[in-house]
């Protein structure tokens, strides 16, 4: 059965409707990526999913029952967690308070968790005093990504951790997220960095205009054709 699983999903911003009849699942351990252009609805849905807005139409089931409509803060306590690509810390406090505010739901897990988020970023637990405002890019999506761990998920929603990181960082962002996976935790992920999202993901749905167009394995995906020509063209010239 699917932990997670939207069903004939419509989300819309006043007049605007953005997503249209968007289905997907998401099983206990697996990765999953939402990959698609600008504007395409990534960010909706995984906002949708997270309690931030509601759906006009549709359902949000997660282990079963119906989630759909209920705030955020109730949801994290279920095990879901949103790590959005604003990153949103607070910038006057520090690395460490930025993250004990991600276990508020749990206060008696901080130690445990800091513990575990230090050991996957080391770089968070020597800067923990510093203040989170005056962190790299890189950090700053490292203690995003950190502080959404500190609720302990079952779920990770992750809006784009590449934005705005050098390619190499990127490649450092997806080997943590990696190491998440192997260790089990389940990951829905948006993302823009087409061919990086589909080697990380088990599964992938491309969402176009806010329907999903294509779904399958990952791996497939990588070698359909429309994909190639809408997502990886720039990576075909480079390799040509
Ligand atoms: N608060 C809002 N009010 C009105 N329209 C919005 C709002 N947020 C997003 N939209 C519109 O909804 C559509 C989908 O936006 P969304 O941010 O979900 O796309 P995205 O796939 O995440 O794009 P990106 O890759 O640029 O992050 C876009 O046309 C966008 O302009
Ligand atoms: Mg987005």
Not at 23 to 34: D, N, P
Not at 186 to 202: G, H, K, R, Y
Not at 222 to 227: G, N, Q, S, T
Request: charged share 20%.
């Amino acid at each position: 059965m699917a932990l997670l699983r939207v069903q004939a999903l419509e989300v819309a911003y006043g007049e605007l409707t953005v997503l249209r009849d968007v289905s997907l699942e998401v099983a206990a351990g697996e990765v999953v990526a939402i990959v698609g252009s600008n504007g395409a609805g990534k960010t909706t849905l995984l906002k949708t999913i997270a309690g931030l807005l509601r759906p006009h139409r549709g359902q949000i089931l997660y282990d079963g029952r119906r989630i759909d409509g209920w705030p955020a803060h109730r949801l994290v306590r279920l095990g879901i967690a949103y790590v959005p690509a604003e990153r949103e810390l607070f910038p006057q406090m520090t690395v460490r308070e930025n993250l004990e505010l991600g276990a508020y739901l749990h206060p008696q897990h901080t130690a445990e968790r800091l513990a575990f988020v230090f050991d996957l970023f080391p770089r968070l637990g020597e800067r923990q005093r510093q203040l989170a405002g005056t962190l790299s890019g890189g950090e700053q999506q490292m203690l995003a990504i950190g502080r959404g761990l500190m609720s302990r998920p079952a779920v990770l929603l992750l809006d784009e951790p590449s934005t705005g990181l050098a390619p190499l960082l990127v490649a450092e962002m997806y080997r943590k997220l990696q190491q998440l996976k192997e260790e089990g935790l389940t990951l829905l992920l948006a993302e823009q960095q087409v061919p990086m999202a589909l080697s990380l993901a088990e599964r992938a749905y491309v969402l176009e205009s806010g329907r999903i167009r294509l779904q399958g394995q990952a791996q497939a995906l990588l070698e359909e054709p429309a994909i190639k020509k809408a997502y990886l063209g720039v990576a075909d010239r480079l390799t040509d």
